[in-house]
Each structure stands twice: as C-alpha cells, then as structure tokens.
DNA sequence: AGTTGCACCTGGCTGC
DNA sequence: TGCAGCCAGGTGCAAC
C-alpha cells in the first residue's frame, strides 16, 4: 500500500503517540526486517525522546534527542498499531496477524506503538541526523512532489531525453521521489497521457515547458493531494495507524479496473491492463496519448 | 548510463 | 476442502 499518500497518513496517525513521547522499552521479535536492525538498536533508542515525526517520500524519520533520526520504511506490507494508554482507548482486539508484530515501541504515557509486516520488506535504521542527506537512501532521491518545487519546468528538464516509459520515468525515485504503481496510473489517467509514451516526449525541444509537462506536474499534485486528504487509500486490509480505513481507494479512476469502462467524461474507452517492467499499469488507450 | 529482470517474503484470491 | 498458480502498494542489485 505505502505510497506518498499511505506514509503520510501514518505520519499524521502516529504523531499525536510518538513526538513529544520517550522510548520507554523496544522490543524486537526477530534480527531484522529486509535488513537487520542496526547493533544495538533497542539499547541505543531506550531512554530517546521523539522531538518530531516527519517524513521524506516514503520514509518516516522520528528526529531523536541525541541527534540521530529512526528511519522507517514500510516497504509493501508494513503498518503501524497505536495502542492508547488508557485501556479501552483504542484497542485492537484483533490478533490475527500478530506472528508479524515484529517491532513494539513502549513509549512513556503508557502508549505503545506496535510495527506488523508480513513481507518484511520494510525496515528500520538508525543514522545521525547531519549524515542523512550524504546517507545512501538520501543522496540520489528525487523531488518531493507536494513541495513547492514540482512544476511543468522541472519536469520537463527531469524528463528531456528520456526513451523510458513515462510510466518507469514516474515511478523512478531518483527523479520524483513518493509516487509508487498506483498513484502513477492515477496520475497519468487524469493527465490524458499514455504510460507507454517516451518520457521525454513531454519536454519541447527548445526547453519551454510544454503544456503536456504542466499537467502533468497538475495532476500528480492533484491525486496526492486528495489522497492525503482521504486518509490514503488502504488496499486489502492495510490500515491507517489509527486503525480505521482509508477512503481514497473508492476514487480509483483506474487502478485495479481493468476491463471496465474509462470514467473519463464522455470516454467510450475500457481500462486495459498490461505489464510494464513487470508490474501491472492500468490506463485507457482511447483517452491516454 | 539506462534499462530490464529478478530477488526478497507472506498471504489472499481464483480456478480447477 | 485442498491445492497450485498468480498477484500484490517497494526497492536494490546483477546482468545486458
């Protein structure tokens, strides 16, 4: 599920338990996750206190008080639980599942924060916070596309020259940094642009934008934006860190709805769904150019 | 350098 | 009901 949208609305979930609070215990229930935890990670946490929770793309970053940041990512099936510290708060019942409870942080108040991933592609690392943009994860990562800095401009100068798919150029974290599969598709509907066009067929030759790279730039803003608002879109039985359901998935235009008809307005065209780089993208080939 | 394909994992759904 | 096969939101790395 995590795209842009998904870990911000995790971000927003958790904050409320964990900025402001202090790791009381970490418990691991296993040596790692797609890495292994970083040596000693749960002595080293012990005692922190959270300043702030943010996020970049898809990474969380809890901002500690020795300087160091907790980096999170929830990969493909990562979530997070917030149990309240007043019994009854909020309490899951539900223990299905909890094989892949792999992580709890016991936070002062009372309140724990409990990590589920059953691929375990998500992972956790522990960097000082002055090393982060030099770090690996960070180096090369691409715009934040709800920044002020995401226009037709710049992705066009991103795009120029490209011969990839628009579809591999969008999802390329290098470039743009928080779209994933879904997201793209939905970006792209609402663009009216294929995702098998070249991607640098939305940059002009003599440099100006192109209307094509400004919206484009318009809706990828646009779909994020309402996702985030809707709370994500929460596939299968992911869940928000409050536990309850994100709503954006009832607004897929075309994600998941190969074979039915295009919502585009006066669209006669049917959602196809063919692979790209192995994955699937769903788009409308009477509308999408 | 730019791409593609595969690997990493488990679970849920479909169809026989 | 059982089981095989396919699919899934992400990323990193090896291979062309």
Redesign the pocket.
């Known amino acids: 599920?995590?795209?842009l949208p998904?870990v911000e609305t995790v971000r927003r979930g958790l904050e409320p338990a964990m900025a402001g609070a202090r790791f009381e215990k970490v418990e691991l229930r296993r040596a790692g996750l797609?890495f292994p935890f970083p040596d000693n990670f749960a002595s080293r946490l012990a005692g922190r206190r959270v300043e702030a929770l943010g996020r970049r793309?898809?990474y969380l970053l809890a901002d500690l008080d020795d300087g160091a940041a907790l980096i999170m990512?929830l990969?493909?099936?990562g979530s997070f639980r917030v149990n309240g510290a007043a019994p009854g708060v909020f309490h899951h019942a539900r223990s299905?599942?909890a094989?892949?409870d792999h992580v709890v942080f016991h936070l002062s108040g009372g309140a724990s924060v409990t990590y589920n991933d059953?691929?375990?592609?998500g992972f956790m690392l522990l960097e000082r916070r002055e090393a982060l943009a030099e770090h690996?994860?960070f180096r090369d990562i691409g715009v934040e596309p709800l920044g002020n800095e995401l226009d037709g401009a710049l992705l066009a100068r991103l795009f120029a020259g490209?011969?990839?798919?628009l579809k591999?150029?969008l999802?390329d974290?290098s470039l743009i940094a928080g779209?994933?599969?879904?997201y793209v598709c939905e970006a792209l509907h609402r663009a009216g642009l294929s995702p098998r066009r070249a991607a640098g067929t939305i940059a002009r030759k003599d440099g100006a934008v192109s209307a094509r790279a400004a919206l484009l730039a318009r809706c990828i803003r646009e779909v994020l934006e309402e996702a985030v608002a809707a709370g994500?879109?929460?596939?299968?039985?992911?869940r928000q860190a409050d536990g309850s359901l994100g709503y954006f998935q009832h607004n897929f235009r075309v994600y998941g709805r190969g074979g039915g008809p295009c919502v585009s307005p006066g669209c006669e065209g049917l959602v196809q769904r063919i692979a790209q780089?192995?994955?699937?993208t769903f788009f409308c080939g009477a509308c999408q150019r």
């Open positions: 599920m995590p795209e998904e797609r793309a898809k990512h990969g493909m099936s299905k599942g094989a892949h059953p691929r375990r592609f690996k994860l490209k011969a990839a798919p591999a150029a999802l974290q779209l994933g599969n879904i994500g879109s929460s596939l299968r039985d992911h780089s192995g994955r699937s």
